[in-house]
């Protein structure tokens, strides 16, 4: 297992990490779910014997049970909590009363502590928003965050499904006010939606947030279970929750190249999909989640993996996003100050 600083910061988290959407069976992502305490525990012991050290869940999943599940699995295997990173986020609704949800500080201060009374611990390593609250300014929630950081409940904060502008704006706030500053963004990305290319991936590379890529596999599209007619339930993930929302004829134009690809060097499309974040500088780490030992264990050997040039060429060739302005001008104009 590879090790990857996050952002602009000394914690070292593996390039695998273990996502745990998959916990649970409650609430709008029970689709998602169906792993029960026997099973967590299993997945659990698995990635930490495969030298992952990050583990990634939300109180929104399965309402809490996620979180709960998470920490009973850490104390079940006697696994000392010094070794892992282990992440949760805030923002969605965990109550049907208004200031149950948002990122204002009553919310934020609320599910702290619940987050670190299902989880069985005492702080978080990494506290993250879990996308943008439009009717709370960002001044209060980054206050918030900091003081959580200084009280040492928390240790990092990041975010998650924001535009590059606020997060960009949330950086400059940081920076002007002297304020913890989101050091990672968790976002969709994948062969078959390279979107964050376009305008995120630069701003986290000029700025050094790390970047924890949530859905690698497009919703279970990219496992190559689903043929180009899609008509027929392959029993995957999208079966029953179509999502993230994915171009399918370029997806399946990019199965077209991985499943010869995957046949000529003995590896899954699966594989090949996760390995090919693992090779963009931008990616610190790939969250996996799995709901059997069999799917973990071939997420996890996707580590391992290793491309020919001319099978690089060909991925991104398939998978290239059209250049929209202000791309195309940028590239144009930048040829006279290149070193």
């Known amino acids: 297992m590879k090790y990857n600083l ?11 990490c273990l996502g745990t959407m998959t916990f649970g069976t409650k609430g709008k992502f029970a689709a998602v779910g169906g792993v029960d305490q026997k099973g967590a525990d299993e997945l659990v012991t698995q990635a930490i014997d495969a030298g992952v050290n990050f583990i990634d869940t939300a109180n929104i999943y399965s309402e809490g049970i996620s979180e709960e599940m998470t920490g ?6 006697g696994i000392s909590r010094d070794e892992l990173v282990l992440a949760t986020k805030v923002r969605g609704s965990m109550g049907d009363k208004p200031n149950q949800k948002g990122l204002s500080r009553k919310h934020i201060m609320d599910q702290v502590e619940a987050s670190l009374k299902r989880l069985g611990t005492d702080y978080i390593d990494l506290y993250q928003i879990h996308s943008n609250d439009p009717l709370t300014p960002i001044d209060e929630t980054l206050r918030t965050l900091d003081d959580l950081v200084r009280s040492g409940k928390v240790r990092y ?3 998650s499904n924001v535009a590059a502008w606020q997060l960009m704006k949330s950086l400059d706030y940081s920076y002007y006010n002297n304020l913890e500053r989101f050091n990672s963004l968790q976002a969709y ?13 630069p701003l986290l590379q000029d700025q050094q947030v790390g970047l924890m890529v949530w859905s690698p596999l497009a919703g279970g599209l990219l496992t190559g279970k689903y043929d180009r007619d899609n008509k027929k339930k392959s029993g995957g993930r999208r079966d029953n929750f179509d999502f993230p929302p994915v171009n399918q004829d370029r997806a399946f134009n990019i199965l077209d190249v991985l499943r010869p690809m995957a046949k000529e060097n003995g590896v899954s499309i699966a594989q090949l999909s996760i390995a090919w974040l693992l090779k963009q500088k931008a990616v610190s780490t790939v969250i996996v989640g799995a709901k059997k030992p069999h799917q973990l264990q071939e997420n996890l050997n996707a580590s391992i993996i ?17 250049r929209e302005y202000p791309g195309w001008m940028l590239d144009r104009t930048k040829v006279d100050r290149e070193l």
């Open 6 to 16: 996050l952002g602009k910061t000394g914690l070292w988290v593996s390039e695998i």
């Open 189 to 201: 990305y994948t062969l078959a939606g390279r979107d964050l290319e376009r305008e995120i991936i």
């Open 306 to 322: 290793e491309f020919s040039k001319e099978d690089l060429v060909k991925l991104d060739k398939v998978s290239k996003l059209e």
């Open 157 to 159: 904060i990041g975010a």
């Open 72 to 77: 009973k699995a850490i104390k079940h295997l």
